[in-house]
């Protein structure tokens, strides 16, 4: 590597770095915003109009109920394996 490589290497090195610190301070891009909801303020709750009207709440998607299935439904009992079991198959 040369004297020149050498500068320009040591240059792009400390610019790079330095910008690495601009990612993570206090106004940064990538800060940590994990404490943020204890420095929150409580806020007067959303006033809505009198002359707006309000719809009764209803599912986007809703799934009517009594709708016949061709599932089938099986009782399954599974026994879990015991010590002695498992070192058995330990040792194969």
């Known amino acids: 590597m040369s004297h020149r ?9 400390t610019f790079v770095m330095a ?5 993570q ?3 940064a891009w990538f800060r940590d915003k994990s404490q943020d ?6 806020t007067a709750s959303i006033e ?5 009207q309000l719809q009764a ?5 809703p799934v009517p109920k009594n709708v016949p299935s061709n599932k089938k439904e099986y009782e399954v009992s599974v026994i879990p394996p015991t010590a ?4 058995k198959e330990g040792k194969s």
């Open 57 to 61: 709440k209803q599912e986007d998607f």
């Open 19 to 23: 910008g690495c610190g601009s990612l």
């Open 37 to 42: 909801y204890h420095n929150a303020k409580v």
């Open 5 to 13: 490589q050498l500068i320009l290497f040591v240059l792009g090195f």
């Open 84 to 87: 002695p079991e498992l070192l």
């Open 48 to 52: 809505v109009p009198d002359t707006f």
């Open 25 to 27: 301070g206090s106004g």
